[in-house]
């Protein structure tokens, strides 16, 4: 009986030897994923005993309703109309009120039961999605940088959040069904045989036919469901990307574009949807009439046959073989919601099954002394041919400044990304006081290092919350605010109505470009780390602010060493090795003095930076450190 119900499981078994490959391996995967969904069941056994035990007693009450009937309609022909009979539990009772007595008593039984199975089957499986989400959310917090580049944020989101909601159906309402109605279905079936077993048996012929039809719809069901999830993906990726970007789609009349867009993606969506609802609500007519012919066949046999049954029997029959109906259909109805939360599980699992940032180092050291060596890096993106760097060696000793300059594109930032191992370099070494860089624990080699990123990120929170993240969050409000004088942005902060304390709102939506960066610079200040990298840090401060921030940080240098990406010269000039770098290539090397009267590549980007520096800043001091 529960064969149908749980399409996916039993039927393999049967159709594995004619199914062509394709199909036998999405069959076995969907087994696969079913059971692994189960797998995350069983810290739950308990609570799901309970709720299953509810749905023994909720199951068990339906047919006693049919018993009910029995006596209620025996006793409407019995000559009095009323009279002792003999009742099960209640015992030898007067007609008029044994009735309506058991039917309190089997409605209170099926309440209990109906309160117990979808409480504690409800407690499951918000356990179970809590438990999902966590481990989705945890995974992405050690995926690589690559996955990041690879997948758009709209579906990893929409993962986290949708996708989890169906599993959600798959588990309550699926299981809900498949167990309530399931037994449901088992009790009125086992009333029937035990009442007459012959005119059952008709029931048993009509099976085979449903099941067929509930199989074939549910492949149909999980092909659509996966559909709609990449649509639904796009719908939030279209959306988000238009929220974040508001100013460029109003300043270039991107508009209609994005209009278009998410008309074309929301019609899409709509579409599959629709399609959905079409395939089950073609199939539940169906297979309602299916189950309705077979309802005709019991009347005519229940007429045909009846024998010297009572008027009672015959009527509890009919009204229980009538009930049946019901359950099937929602049983057949059930395998649409498990496919659907298969076909989350599914992606939610190719997520969980990512492989984390590589992390098999080992060094741990308490704290370096900041000395930095590339030999021979060459870098490559995942799935790019181009390769992005090639053969760089150099050598920051303790303490040292060197500055990276180059045209846009030259591999600066990339460089910059693998000393933190945020990409694998397959092909030379970065070793740090000596150690390569694979050689650390992540942690540990992320602890030595301050980065400035050329995109900064804030979150929405505080001024202190934002310079003081994650393992700097202890730190006394005096430390973030040396930090933040530091980083020439305690002048800012204090003029602000609640000072360290003001929301800066969505990635600091509420601050200035160059109010954004000297955050992002305080932070990295605060961190107070051996090796400091600034990608781009003080691009959009104005040469005041530059220059105060470089004296602070002269001022500290002199225990750290500064990996420095800029454009502005005057932050390069000082450096104790200025690397040229052209095409992933470090092209020239040495310090201001020595490259600028080469007439080289250093040469013509001062020339060109120096009539940049004249055009931008009024201020005069700019060009003459030029
Ligand atoms: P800029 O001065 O504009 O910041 P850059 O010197 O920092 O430039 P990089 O960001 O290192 O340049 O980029 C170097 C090259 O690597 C570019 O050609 C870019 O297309 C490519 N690249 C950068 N990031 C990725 C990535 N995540 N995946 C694939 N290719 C990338
Ligand atoms: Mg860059």
Same mark, same amino acid.
Request: aromatic letters at 8%; a neutral charge.
């Given at each position: 009986?529960?064969?149908?119900?749980?399409?996916?499981?039993?039927?393999?078994?049967?159709?594995?030897?004619?199914?062509?490959?394709?199909?036998?391996?999405?069959?076995?995967?969907?087994?696969?994923?079913?059971?692994?969904?189960?797998?995350?069941?069983?810290?739950?056994?308990?609570?799901?005993?309970?709720?299953?035990?509810?749905?023994?007693?909720?199951?068990?009450?339906?047919?006693?309703?049919?018993?009910?009937?029995?006596?209620?309609?025996?006793?409407?022909?019995?000559?009095?109309?009323?009279?002792?009979?003999?009742?099960?539990?209640?015992?030898?009772?007067?007609?008029?009120?044994?009735?309506?007595?058991?039917?309190?008593?089997?409605?209170?039984?099926?309440?209990?039961?109906?309160?117990?199975?979808?409480?504690?089957?409800?407690?499951?499986?918000?356990?179970?999605?809590? &438990?999902?989400?966590?481990?989705?959310?945890?995974?992405?917090?050690?995926?690589?940088?690559?996955?990041?580049?690879?997948?758009?944020?709209?579906?990893?989101?929409?993962?986290?959040?949708?996708?989890?909601?169906?599993?959600?159906?798959?588990?309550?309402?699926?299981?809900?069904?498949?167990?309530?109605?399931?037994?449901?279905?088992?009790?009125?079936?086992?009333?029937?045989?035990?009442?007459?077993?012959?005119?059952?048996?008709?029931?048993?012929?009509?099976?085979?036919?449903?099941?067929?039809?509930?199989?074939?719809?549910?492949?149909?069901?999980?092909?659509?469901?996966?559909?709609?999830?990449?649509?639904?993906? &796009?719908?939030?990726?279209?959306?988000?990307?238009?929220?974040?970007?508001?100013?460029?789609?109003?300043?270039?009349?991107?508009?209609?574009?994005?209009?278009?867009?998410?008309?074309?993606?929301?019609?899409?969506?709509?579409?599959?949807?629709?399609?959905?609802?079409?395939?089950?609500?073609?199939?539940?007519?169906?297979?309602?009439?299916?189950?309705?012919?077979?309802?005709?066949?019991?009347?005519?046999?229940?007429?045909?046959?009846?024998?010297?049954?009572?008027?009672?029997?015959?009527?509890?029959?009919?009204?229980?073989?009538?009930?049946?109906?019901?359950?099937?259909?929602?049983?057949?109805?059930?395998?649409?919601?498990?496919?659907?939360?298969?076909?989350?599980?599914?992606?939610?699992?190719?997520?969980?099954?990512?492989?984390?940032?590589?992390?098999?180092?080992?060094?741990?050291?308490?704290?370096?002394?900041?000395?930095?060596?590339?030999?021979?890096?060459?870098?490559?993106?995942?799935?790019?041919?181009?390769?992005?760097?090639?053969?760089?060696?150099?050598?920051?000793?303790?303490?040292?400044?060197?500055?990276?300059?180059?045209?846009?594109?030259?591999?600066?930032?990339?460089?910059?990304?693998?000393?933190?191992?945020?990409?694998?370099?397959?092909?030379?070494?970065?070793?740090?006081?000596?150690?390569?860089?694979?050689?650390?624990?992540?942690?540990?080699?992320?602890?030595?290092?301050?980065?400035?990123?050329?995109?900064?990120?804030?979150?929405?929170?505080?001024?202190?919350?934002?310079?003081?993240?994650?393992?700097?969050?202890?730190?006394?409000?005096?430390?973030?605010?040396?930090?933040?004088?530091?980083?020439?942005?305690?002048?800012?902060?204090?003029?602000?109505?609640?000072?360290?304390?003001?929301?800066?709102?969505?990635?600091?939506?509420?601050?200035?470009?160059?109010?954004?960066?000297?955050?992002?610079?305080?932070?990295?200040?605060?961190?107070?780390?051996?090796?400091?990298?600034?990608?781009?840090?003080?691009?959009?401060?104005?040469?005041?602010?530059?220059?105060?921030?470089?004296?602070?940080?002269?001022?500290?240098?002199?225990?750290?060493?500064?990996?420095?990406?800029?454009?502005?010269?005057?932050?390069?000039?000082?450096?104790?090795?200025?690397?040229?770098?052209?095409?992933?290539?470090?092209?020239?090397?040495?310090?201001?003095?020595?490259?600028?009267?080469?007439?080289?590549?250093?040469?013509?980007?001062?020339?060109?930076?120096?009539?940049?520096?004249?055009?931008?800043?009024?201020?005069?001091?700019?060009?003459?450190?030029?």
């Amino acid at each position: 009986m529960l064969n149908f119900c749980l399409p996916i499981s039993p039927s393999g078994r049967t159709r594995k030897l004619l199914m062509p490959q394709a199909a036998r391996s999405s069959h076995d995967s969907s087994l696969k994923i079913y059971f692994r969904l189960l797998r995350y069941l069983r810290p739950f056994i308990g609570l799901f005993l309970v709720s299953l035990f509810g749905y023994v007693i909720f199951a068990s009450a339906q047919p006693m309703l049919a018993v009910i009937l029995k006596y209620f309609v025996d006793g409407l022909n019995a000559p009095a109309g009323v009279g002792q009979q003999e009742f099960p539990l209640i015992g030898r009772v007067e007609l008029m009120y044994g009735v309506p007595i058991l039917t309190l008593i089997i409605i209170a039984w099926q309440g209990l039961g109906s309160f117990l199975g979808n409480y504690y089957l409800a407690r499951v499986s918000l356990g179970l999605i809590d &438990d999902l989400r966590r481990a989705l959310f945890d995974g992405l917090l050690k995926l690589p940088n690559r996955y990041f580049d690879q997948n758009n944020s709209g579906h990893l989101i929409s993962r986290i959040t949708y996708n989890v909601t169906m599993v959600t159906g798959a588990a309550t309402d699926a299981i809900k069904i498949v167990i309530r109605e399931g037994l449901t279905v088992v009790f009125l079936f086992g009333y029937l045989l035990w009442m007459n077993w012959k005119l059952t048996l008709v029931i048993v012929g009509v099976l085979p036919i449903i099941g067929f039809t509930v199989n074939n719809a549910s492949r149909r069901f999980r092909k659509q469901a996966r559909k709609i999830q990449a649509a639904m993906g &796009d719908l939030t990726h279209i959306a988000s990307e238009t929220i974040q970007s508001y100013r460029v789609v109003r300043s270039f009349g991107g508009e209609d574009y994005e209009a278009e867009r998410f008309r074309k993606a929301s019609a899409e969506n709509t579409v599959k949807q629709l399609r959905m609802v079409k395939t089950s609500s073609t199939f539940t007519p169906l297979l309602q009439f299916i189950t309705f012919s077979s309802m005709s066949v019991i009347l005519f046999l229940v007429l045909f046959l009846r024998g010297d049954a009572s008027a009672g029997e015959l009527v509890a029959y009919i009204t229980t073989a009538g009930m049946l109906p019901k359950p099937i259909r929602q049983l057949s109805e059930v395998s649409a919601t498990i496919q659907r939360g298969l076909a989350g599980a599914e992606s939610i699992f190719s997520q969980l099954d990512e492989q984390p940032e590589n992390n098999q180092g080992t060094v741990e050291r308490e704290r370096i002394i900041g000395r930095l060596e590339v030999r021979n890096l060459n870098f490559t993106y995942p799935d790019t041919e181009q390769p992005v760097l090639q053969n760089i060696n150099f050598i920051a000793e303790p303490g040292q400044m060197v500055a990276l300059v180059g045209r846009s594109g030259s591999g600066k930032s990339t460089l910059a990304n693998l000393i933190p191992r945020f990409y694998h370099h397959e092909q030379g070494q970065i070793l740090l006081d000596g150690v390569d860089v694979q050689d650390y624990t992540l942690r540990n080699l992320r602890q030595h290092i301050a980065l400035v990123t050329q995109q900064v990120s804030l979150f929405n929170d505080t001024i202190a919350n934002n310079i003081a993240y994650g393992d700097l969050a202890s730190l006394p409000r005096q430390h973030i605010e040396q930090a933040a004088n530091a980083a020439n942005a305690a002048e800012f902060i204090e003029r602000l109505a609640q000072g360290y304390d003001t929301l800066i709102g969505e990635n600091g939506i509420m601050l200035s470009g160059g109010q954004r960066q000297r955050l992002a610079i305080a932070r990295a200040i605060l961190k107070d780390a051996p090796l400091l990298i600034l990608d781009e840090a003080t691009s959009a401060l104005d040469t005041e602010s530059e220059r105060h921030i470089q004296v602070e940080l002269e001022n500290m240098t002199s225990n750290r060493t500064t990996l420095v990406i800029a454009h502005r010269l005057s932050t390069i000039e000082r450096a104790d090795l200025i690397l040229v770098m052209d095409q992933g290539r470090i092209v020239e090397r040495g310090t201001h003095s020595e490259l600028l009267p080469l007439n080289g590549y250093y040469t013509r980007l001062h020339a060109m930076k120096f009539a940049e520096a004249d055009d931008e800043d009024v201020v005069p001091e700019s060009s003459s450190t030029v």
